[in-house]
């Protein structure tokens, strides 16, 4: 049965069928982020397994990820001839809902590094090295407003404009499967372990369940946000495999557990706590639903 979220506009352009649009959301994907990984490959802004190098890189790898945004925002305009509030740009207290995102993507990943260490998985080496250095605390500063920008144009293109294409050709569960499993796709690396591939999809479907909830994208943008500068910024660990090379906000954790525990190469992201919360947290989503 077909579904409307966000909006109940009607499109005056062409819907893709649902199976075809994980697919075009792939190859909007790399052809527009193409260029910029060149860019970071001629540089030498990467790692030999893809990530970037440093907050330099980072911010490099922000040029892709803006031409991603345009690149699908020029899809809903002119090929699907609807708008940009149609594909989860809407609703009220925008800026109120961000920041609310952003405060539980903080606190969630503080809570996952908390218990790693609470486990024996993480040993604190140093506490927050980043103050001793005016250099590092404006980097840091900066990589929040960058992973605002690339975790805002994920949510954009995923859990905004494909999820609600999924939805008006089908229905929400397949919304939530093709979304999900297009966002685990473009994460994914020859290196990556199946816990670590899990881990993505569950991620995914948290965000999917959050903006069922919210009928809206800003507090997911920010949660997403918070989450991922975090992770990278206040312990010293990876995120997503990437490491920011800057000192710790809140704490340098050296990893001394297992990597089911400590997530290894992958950060945080990787442990089973992380697994256990985000699926506690789609629990608590639906129940909210089903109650309200």
Known sequence: MTQMIFSDETPKGWIPPSIAAPFICILLVVISMLPGDI??????????????????????MLMSFTAMGLA?????????????????????KRLKRFV???????????AIVAAIALAGGYRVADLAPAFASP????????????????????????RGWLF?????????????????????????????????????????IFACIWVRHSNAIW????????????????????ITGMDTGLPALVAKMVPVGPAWLTGGGEGPEGSVFTLALLTAGSLRLLWLARSR
């Open 39 to 60: 860019t970071l490959g001629h540089l030498g802004l990467t790692e030999p397994m893809g990530p970037p190098r440093g907050p330099l890189g980072f911010f490099v």
């Open 72 to 92: 699908v925002a020029g899809w809903v305009r002119w090929v699907e001839k609807r708008s940009l509030a149609s594909a989860g740009l809407c609703g009220e």
């Open 100 to 110: 609310a995102g952003l405060a539980i993507g903080v606190a969630m990943m503080g």
């Open 135 to 158: 250099a590092a605390l404006g980097w840091i500063a900066l990589l929040l407003a960058g992973f605002i920008v690339q975790s805002g144009v994920e949510e954009f293109v995923f």
């Open 164 to 204: 609600s294409a999924v939805m008006r050709r089908w229905n929400m569960t397949a919304a939530f499967i093709l979304s999900s499993a297009a966002f685990t796709f473009v994460h994914f690396s020859p290196r990556a372990t199946l816990p670590e591939v899990v881990m993505t999809f569950a991620f995914a």
């Open 219 to 238: 507090g997911v943008m920010g949660w997403h946000a918070g989450w991922n500068w975090f992770g990278g910024t206040g312990f010293d660990v990876p």
